[in-house]
């Protein structure tokens, strides 16, 4: 996948950014609204990514969470302290630069989703870039069958983009479930793993299709739930995570087997990753 | 048949005339006991007996670390200004085959979908003179992965040492032709009569098949057998000393040396053979023991290299089994996996 149209950073030299909105989401994660310099656009699939650069610090690869069909001014970026990197994005206010290149990756395949059902599966921070395509799918609404969304936390108060959520809820077009691993009053919903929620999966299996975005540790107990259910290996979208640096498939950090998954990923459908090995 | 012949102290001039532009004359020279490759600028740093330099030249063409952009960061806004990549014309005397043949794999690394033109660019401007090889070591395995101790794929000019301590000069590329017209004084016609010194005899490594490892590595089961791949690399300790020798090992880090406000953005070498090297922020690292560290740089050799990009991962310069400290030889791993 070459460098979409809109995309910066041929050269692995980013482009200036200014960050417009800070959002709190948990004690440990934010959105971070970011607008390039120089009224550019940015222009991305759901699922692509983008290479965060704070200098001094470096860079780090940071799953786009806004939709592509949101406004074309910003893009948003849910970040997790986690690292360097991270730590030093969290002590940053509004109007503070950063440098931006991309967007990496190939994104979710719209045009293999539509007319079809949709089971969206997000464990914990793979809400992040799993919002980007719910919000694409609200946008367009019509172009798509049932669209099931389950999400998971560990606890209450790790739940990611609660407004987006109460705003899904409200949709009658939508249907979400949501469980937490250990409840905290005044929680009144499903407790326990995500796999849990399949039993309000009801999908015209042989027509959907799912996408999946966790935890390592998930992949395989959700990917064997939504079998069950009967959806093709190859209608099974997974986006991974790795240690990106370059995003243009030649530092290596990357490779999984013979593909480099910032450029052939980071979203492969289950029929290609069950056969990398190390994929998952 | 040989097109011109070179005078051995006819370098001299061909070092002043490269150098006296902007131009790089790189060649084998002594550093403390070892020869490496390195720039020379007075023909007396030549050594002319060598087998294989310690390093491979690929650090002319993708540098250990290289600055690739200066930022500065003000009040209203920053400055981040690219650096182009230094490249002036670069002359390699007395590559290897193995060398030469190398070349073309990292520019399919580099050339894949975007293209690194600070690659590139120095790689357009390099030419390439190879000797082939007389004598050989134990490291040495380039027939094993069908290459040859004058095999000339990659090189812009191929040498032959002759009896009388000059060289017959077969031109290779269009590259080299340019080259050899541009010292017309330097590289005289004809020389087809002279004796050259024998070629070196590389055998072949008995019970490897570089064929055989290839196809069956296209089957990933392997990955399942943990047992055969922890036995044979046990004993790596994750130095990553191998792939810094390597020819081809591509893999980098992009890192900011400076402060926040102003500094520069640096591409530095990196290794698969570091633990940190696919490690997660969250602590998670998909590969998380050195022997799969190690099945990596192996399947990246080849399976990933030949598969990925139709080009060759290993050429058999056997630098690697030279640098292991624990004496960990890819032969062997390659033998096994012939056999299995």
New interface residues.
């Given amino acids: 996948?070459?460098?979409s149209a809109g995309g910066y950073g041929?050269?692995?030299?980013?482009?200036?950014a200014t960050i417009t909105g800070i959002d709190r989401l948990t004690d440990k994660d934010c959105v971070f609204s970011i607008r390039l310099?120089k009224g550019g656009i940015l222009r991305f699939r759901a699922s692509q990514f983008v290479i965060l650069?704070?200098?001094?610090?470096?860079?780090?690869p940071i799953s786009i969470s806004s939709s592509p069909l949101d406004s074309e001014k910003s893009f948003e970026l849910c970040i997790r302290v986690?690292?360097n990197l991270?730590r030093a994005v969290h002590r940053l206010s509004v109007g503070d630069?950063v440098?931006i290149r991309g967007p990496y990756g190939n994104g979710f395949p719209m045009e293999r989703i539509e007319g079809r059902d949709v089971v969206i599966v997000a464990g914990g921070l793979g809400l992040a870039p799993l919002r980007s395509l719910i919000r694409h799918v609200i946008h367009e609404r019509d172009r798509y069958g049932r669209v099931i969304v389950l999400i998971g936390a560990k606890r209450p108060q790790d739940i990611l983009f609660k407004e987006d959520i109460l705003l899904w809820e409200a949709n009658p077009s939508i249907e979400v479930h949501l469980t937490v691993d250990v409840a905290v009053p005044p929680w009144d919903k499903h407790v326990g793993v995500i796999t849990k929620l399949f039993r309000y999966v009801d999908v015209d299996s042989l027509n959907a299709v799912a996408a999946v975005v966790g935890?390592?540790i998930m992949y395989r107990f959700v990917v064997s739930e939504i079998l069950n259910k009967g959806l093709f290996e190859g209608n099974i979208y997974l986006s991974l995570?790795?240690?990106m640096?370059?995003g243009?498939?030649?530092?290596?950090?990357c490779?999984?087997?013979?593909?480099y998954l910032c450029?052939d990923g980071p979203v492969l459908s289950y029929m290609e990753a069950r056969?990398?090995?190390?994929a998952l | 048949m040989a097109e011109r012949y070179l005078k051995r102290e006819d370098l001299a001039k061909l070092i002043d005339s490269v150098c006296s532009g902007e131009g790089l004359f790189v060649g084998p020279k002594m550093d403390g006991r070892q020869v490496v490759y390195a720039p020379i600028s007075a023909y007396k740093d030549i050594v002319f007996d060598y087998i294989v330099p310690r390093n491979s030249f690929k650090e002319f063409l993708f540098p250990q670390t290289e600055v690739i952009a200066r930022y500065a960061v003000h009040k209203d806004g920053i400055d981040l200004q690219g650096v182009k990549a230094e490249s002036p014309e670069m002359v390699v005397f007395g590559s290897r085959p193995c060398d030469a043949a190398s070349v073309a794999s990292l520019r399919s690394v580099f050339t894949w979908d975007f293209v690194d033109t600070s690659y590139t660019e120095r790689e357009d401007r390099m030419v390439i003179m190879t000797i082939a090889c007389t004598d050989r070591d134990e490291g040495c395995f380039c027939s094993t992965v069908n290459l040859a101790p004058d095999s000339v794929g990659g090189s812009d000019l191929f040498l032959k040492e002759t009896l009388e301590g000059g060289y017959l000069v077969d031109i290779v590329t269009d590259r080299g032709r340019t080259f050899v017209e541009r010292f017309e004084g330097i590289f005289s016609a004809g020389g087809a009569d002279v004796d050259i010194k024998r070629i070196a005899d590389v055998p072949r490594l008995k019970g490897v098949d570089v064929k055989k490892i290839k196809e069956d590595l296209r089957d990933t089961s392997h990955y399942d057998n943990d047992d055969l791949w922890a036995g044979l690399t046990r004993k790596c300790i994750g130095c990553g000393a191998c792939t810094f020798v390597c020819p081809t090992c591509h893999c980098f880090d992009i890192a900011d040396e400076g402060s926040a406000l102003e500094g520069e953005r640096r591409k530095n070498w990196d290794a698969c053979q570091f633990d940190h090297f696919t490690l997660h922020a969250s602590g998670h690292n998909p590969r998380d023991t050195q022997y799969k560290r190690w099945r990596n740089r192996f399947m990246c050799k080849f399976n990933f290299y030949p598969n990925k990009f139709s080009s060759r991962g290993c050429v058999g310069c056997g630098r690697c089994i030279r640098v292991c400290p624990v004496g960990l030889d890819i032969t062997e791993v390659m033998e096994e996996m012939s056999g299995r």
């Fill in positions: 996948m070459s460098l041929q050269n692995m030299l980013p482009v200036a310099s650069s704070l200098f001094g610090i470096g860079e780090a986690v690292g991270t630069k440098g935890p390592p995570e790795r240690r640096r370059c243009i498939g030649k530092c290596g950090h490779q999984i087997n013979g593909i450029q056969k990398l090995k190390e």
